[in-house]
């Protein structure tokens, strides 16, 4: 469960940082799969795990999709909490 919390903390961040650079919401969830599963990817291709942890679990999936839409609707209506956006 705290790996799940983890996993939606970095998809956040990835869609953050994409809308920060004026991204359009299919950016952000690309920015937002690559910030969450690079790291573990890297780890099972560096220790030779086949297959990769983010395949195999049908959970990944959902919460980095639906994690971004969060930080995404907060930034485009007027209350960013960065106060950038």
Do not use: E, K, N, Q
Request: with cysteine; proline share 7%.
């Amino acid at each position: 469960m705290l790996f799940h919390v983890g996993v939606a903390a970095f998809a956040a961040s990835g869609v953050l940082a994409a809308h920060l650079s004026r991204m359009d919401p299919c950016g952000g969830l690309v920015l937002s799969f690559a910030a969450s599963v690079s790291g573990g990817t890297l780890r099972d291709l560096i220790l030779d795990r086949h297959p990769l942890y983010w395949t195999h679990d049908w959970v990944l999936p959902a919460v980095i999709g639906s994690s971004p839409s969060g930080p995404w609707r907060i930034c485009t209506g007027g209350s960013c909490p960065t106060g950038r956006c």
